[in-house]
C-alpha cells in the first residue's frame, strides 16, 4: 500500500518554531520610528504569519507603497540583527520530524518569510537537516502569497496535490493549500484558532505536536 502525503509542506512561524518576541519587539521598533501609537500586544501577535506588506498595510492604513516599504525596512533594522533569535522551537518538534522522516517522506519548509531568514532559523535550531529544502519570498515580496508559493514548490518538485499535506497554524495556510488541490492540517499550539483553521477550509486539526504523523498517515476523509 502506498504512503498517504508523501509530501509535507510546513509553515514555520508558529508551526516549527515560536517567533513571537523577536516579531512583537521588531514591530514595536518599527512603529515607534513611524510615530505611530502603541499598539497592544494582542493585536501585534495576529500579526504572526501573513506576509509584511500586508501587516504594515493594516498598521499603516494605507495601500501606499512607498509607505509600507518604509515599515517594513524599519521592522527589518531590528528583526534581521536581533529578533530573528528572539524566537524559540517548539518541543518535540524534532521527535515529530524524526519519525515524519524516518516513514520515508520528504518534507519541505514553505513560509511567508523571506527565505534569506527562514534558512537562518532553521540552521541556528538545527532543524535544517529534516527538509529537502526551504521555499519563501525574496525581500522584495515575490510569491509572498501562500497559493502562489505552494503552486511554485509543486511545479518545481514535480508533485502532485492528492500527493502532498499542508501543515500550518494561520487561515493563509488552509487557503494557500485549497487554492492547490491540496488538503492542509491546521496546527492549534501556533497562532490561529480552531474557527479560523476550520473556517479557511483546514482537512483536520491537531492539537498536539505528537499527533501529527498519526494524523497524515490517516487514510479516511
Not at 524524526?98 to 519541505?108: N, P
Request: with cysteine; glycine share 10%; proline share 6%.
Amino acid at each position: 500500500m502506498s504512503l498517504p502525503y508523501p509530501h509535507l509542506f510546513f509553515d514555520l512561524d508558529g508551526t516549527l518554531t515560536d517567533p513571537k518576541e523577536g516579531i512583537v519587539k521588531s514591530l514595536r521598533y518599527a512603529i515607534e520610528k513611524l510615530g505611530i501609537p502603541d499598539i497592544p500586544e494582542s493585536r501585534l501577535t495576529r500579526f504572526i504569519g501573513p506576509p509584511l506588506q500586508d501587516v504594515f498595510s493594516q498598521i499603516l492604513n494605507s495601500d501606499s507603497v512607498t509607505l509600507i516599504q518604509n515599515g517594513i525596512e524599519l521592522y527589518r533594522e531590528r528583526f534581521s540583527t536581533i529578533g530573528l533569535f528572539e524566537n524559540r522551537k517548539y518541543e518535540g518538534i524534532d521527535a515529530m520530524l524524526t519519525e515524519l522522516q524516518s516513514s520515508g517522506r520528504r518534507l519541505w519548509v514553505v513560509t511567508s518569510k523571506p527565505k534569506i531568514y527562514a534558512d537562518r532559523i532553521l540552521k541556528h535550531f538545527e532543524l535544517y537537516p529534516f527538509f529537502e529544502d526551504v521555499y519563501g519570498p525574496d525581500l522584495e515580496g515575490g510569491r509572498r502569497d501562500k497559493a502562489e508559493l505552494i503552486a511554485f514548490v509543486m511545479q518545481q518538485e514535480k508533485v502532485a496535490g492528492r500527493d502532498a499535506l499542508m501543515i500550518g497554524d494561520r487561515s493563509f495556510d488552509m487557503i494557500g493549500a485549497r487554492s492547490n488541490n491540496v488538503r492542509a492540517v491546521g496546527v492549534l499550539w501556533g497562532y490561529g484558532s480552531p474557527s479560523e483553521l476550520t473556517g479557511a477550509g483546514a482537512w483536520k486539526i491537531c492539537k498536539r505536536i505528537p499527533d501529527l504523523p498519526r494524523i497524515v498517515s490517516d487514510r479516511s476523509g
